[in-house]
């Protein structure tokens, strides 16, 4: 089974609204970190949260991680229709690969 | 940041024939690089793990005779799907790692007709 699983699996929001989006895994991690994918492209790196790290921020974007529960979380502040994406939550147990989740695709309404 | 260049971007090909893929690391050399796969709307699936030198490591299920890596320098990593079949027609993308995780390519979309 997936190591890391997003929710909600798609989320529609109006410009400038919140987005968070949520992972979860099952077994303990290195770190855990969020990609975004835009249709049909590659993916792009966004945050690197490591297991004793409890929230960390860039720009618009806020990650928690919990690891007592195993979850962490993506918040995308005052979103942008340029924030429509495929948003990847990946967990890094240790071996350099990465397991991710299935994905929340989020889209922006002007 | 750390940059990747994979090519091409998009491929068509028949049904049988033989398609490559190349990834290159344009920064600093990589000792491994991943391949992964992905189908529409859905996440990505490890392949494999390239290691320079030396045998690439298959995650299970995946056929290692139908997809070749060869990762002859430090710089570039090549996965040919052989025998193309309309099934492995995907989103495929490289990656290595870095000091703050990884660094995909910007995928290949197969197309096998």
């Known amino acids: 089974s997936q190591q890391g699983e997003e929710d909600p699996q798609a989320l529609s929001i109006q410009e400038g609204e919140n987005a968070t989006m949520n992972c979860s895994y099952k077994?303990?991690?290195?770190?855990l970190q969020w990609y975004r994918q835009n249709s049909g492209r590659g993916l792009v790196h966004l945050i690197l949260i490591r297991s004793n790290e409890r929230e960390k921020h860039s720009g618009r974007l806020r990650v928690t991680l919990d690891t007592s529960k195993k979850s962490s979380s993506l918040l995308i502040t005052a979103s942008r229709a340029a924030d429509t994406a495929s948003y990847f939550c990946?967990?890094?147990?240790?071996?350099?690969?990465?397991?991710f989740g299935p994905g929340t695709r989020l889209s922006v309404l002007p | 940041g750390a940059v990747v260049s994979q090519h091409p971007s998009w491929v068509i090909c028949k049904s049988g024939t033989s398609v490559k893929i190349e990834c290159r690391s344009l920064d600093f050399q990589a000792t491994t690089m991943f391949w992964y796969r992905q189908f529409p709307k859905q996440s990505l699936m490890l392949m494999a793990t390239?290691?320079?030198?030396?045998?690439?490591?298959?995650e299970q299920g995946v056929e290692k005779d139908k997809f070749l890596i060869n990762h002859a320098s430090l710089t570039l990593s090549t996965l040919t799907v052989t025998s193309a079949h309309p099934e492995d027609s995907s989103f495929y993308i490289c990656g290595k790692t870095g000091g703050n995780g990884y660094t995909f390519g910007s995928g290949t979309r197969l197309t096998v007709v």
């Open positions: 990946a967990t890094e147990t240790g071996g350099q690969n990465f397991v």
């Open positions: 077994t303990s991690i290195n770190n």
């Open positions: 390239s290691n320079e030198g030396s045998k690439a490591t298959y």
